[in-house]
């Protein structure tokens, strides 16, 4: 079966400190990913996606970064924090575009 | 464009009571149409999905949706709402070839 692992599962930052949050997902190849933002009382933000290594779509401009050195690994970066970045970051990865997505658990990401 | 709607983004509901959420989409492709939950602190989990066929989606945890393509809606139901429902619920819509739409979502609060 699928697992999708995401890493941390919290974290604090300073402002103006990087960023690197990673997803990984097991049991399949070739996944569809994506990286999304709830932000505190709002709903899902897409922030980039991927159908392939190598392959980012930036859905909104930003202070954020995404990258996907391996097929199954996708990470979310940052150099410089800003207190908005603050926020619940999920990973999805999805067998088939625009089909049913499976979330990992999150990463609780505080910018003081 | 493709959208969601979810109308209340507060919905209360005793225990043992009806259980209602609402979304109504806009597509301009046959819709593929999803409904997620999300407990505190949690990634989404699926509850359901309607792609083709029949038009009532039966899901887990005892809730059910119906596709309805003339008012272009798929409100969720539960017939008798337990305290486990309290949670974040998204209604979510194919947006195009690689992505999907979320609604703001709604939170279900279930009063003992």
């Known amino acids: 079966s699928q697992t999708i692992h995401q890493w941390p599962a919290t974290l604090v930052q300073p402002v103006g400190s990087p960023l690197s949050l990673e997803c990984t997902v097991e049991g399949t190849s070739n996944p569809n990913l994506y990286w999304y933002r709830q932000a505190a009382g709002r709903g899902l933000q897409l922030l980039f996606y991927s159908v392939g290594i190598g392959q980012i779509s930036s859905e909104v401009p930003q202070n954020l970064s995404a990258s996907r050195p391996q097929d199954r690994q996708f990470i979310l970066s940052s150099k410089k924090l800003l207190l908005s970045d603050s926020g619940f970051y999920l990973c999805a990865w999805s067998p088939i575009p625009a089909d049913t997505q499976y979330f990992g658990p999150g990463t609780r990401l505080t910018v003081l | 464009a493709q959208s969601v709607t979810q109308l209340g983004s507060h919905v209360s509901v005793s225990e043992g009571a009806l259980v209602l959420l609402r979304c109504n989409y806009s597509s301009s492709v046959p819709p593929y149409l999803f409904w997620y939950v999300q407990y505190p602190n949690q990634g989404l989990q699926l509850l359901l999905k309607y792609t083709t066929g029949a038009t009532l989606v039966k899901g887990i945890n005892g809730f059910e949706a119906e596709f309805k393509k003339s008012e272009t809606s798929f409100h969720l139901t539960k017939p008798s709402a337990h305290m486990s429902d309290a949670a974040e619920y998204f209604c979510?819509?194919?947006?195009?070839?690689?992505?999907?739409?979320f609604g703001a979502g709604t939170t279900v609060t279930v009063r003992a």
């Open positions: 979510a819509v194919r947006s195009n070839d690689y992505k999907l739409s």
